[in-house]
T-cell receptor, first 108, second 116 residues
Framework: SQQGEEDPQALSIQEGENATMNCSYK?????LQWYRQNSGRGLVHLIL?????REKHSGRLRVTLDTSKKSSSLLITASRAADTASYFC????????FGTGTRLKVLA | EAQVTQNPRYLITVTGKKLTVTCSQN?????MSWYRQDPGLGLRQIYY???????DKGDVPEGYKVSRKEKRNFPLILESPSPNQTSLYFC???????????????FGPGTRLTVL
């Protein structure tokens, strides 16, 4: 099974700034997914990056993957108050182990 | 509307009283999974099911049972709940669970369980 470890644990920024959060994992993977969770609610899928991809974009999201370092980063550009949530990475395939997430707070 | 539903959403019970949390998806997904979420511990997988014939333990299966008699339903059973099973539970499903380009997990709204 794969576990993602997100870093930092908490991040507070001003609206309009960029937010970067990181994920590290320990073994080889086929893909890595990022999810968002608003307080107490179910996770929502944001983006999936395959192991043969280095970078992927979706709207204001940019995800990178470095398989040699076993790490990924999620960049949210021009952040909004609505981006306030916890963000989780999920490396691997069917046996998911999520980390404790990065709690992002965007101040208006 | 494509969705994963869980019932009940909130439940307060007492130690030892058997309970079932239902999970149902209407997307014809093969893969379904149960997680629990506790403060400081993230989401931990309890059980997952690749299809109606294959079910396997996640990382924290002790004290739980599951059943996958039909594709759309994946109930979580607590035969004898204990206070350490007080948690927020999520059910999720995906097309195959193999992480393909469209194989994302869809999560239910959560069930908040308190065992006294």
């Amino acid at each position: 099974s794969q576990q993602g470890e997100e870093d930092p644990q908490a991040l507070s920024i001003q609206e309009g700034e960029n937010a970067t959060m990181n994920c590290s994992y320990k073994t080889s993977i086929n893909n890595l997914q990022w999810y968002r969770q608003n307080s107490g609610r179910g996770l929502v899928h944001l983006i999936l990056i395959r192991s043969n991809e280095r970078e992927k974009h979706s709207g204001r999201l940019r995800v990178t993957l470095d398989t040699s370092k076993k790490s990924s980063s999620l960049l949210i550009t021009a952040s909004r108050a609505a981006d306030t949530a916890s963000y989780f990475c999920a490396p691997g395939t069917y046996k998911y182990i999520f980390g404790t997430g990065t709690r992002l707070k965007v101040l208006a | 509307e494509a969705q994963v539903t869980q019932n009940p959403r909130y439940l307060i019970t007492v130690t030892g009283k058997k309970l079932t949390v239902t999970c149902s998806q209407n997307m014809n997904h093969e893969y379904m999974s149960w997680y629990r979420q506790d403060p400081g511990l993230g989401l931990r997988q309890i059980y997952y099911s690749m299809n109606v014939e294959v079910t396997d333990k996640g990382d924290v299966p002790e004290g739980y049972k599951v059943s996958r008699k039909e594709k759309r339903n994946f109930p979580l059973i607590l035969e004898s709940p204990s206070p350490n099973q007080t948690s927020l539970y999520f059910c999720a499903s995906s097309l195959s669970g193999l992480g393909g380009p469209t194989d994302t997990q869809y999560f239910g709204p959560g069930t908040r369980l308190t065992v006294l």
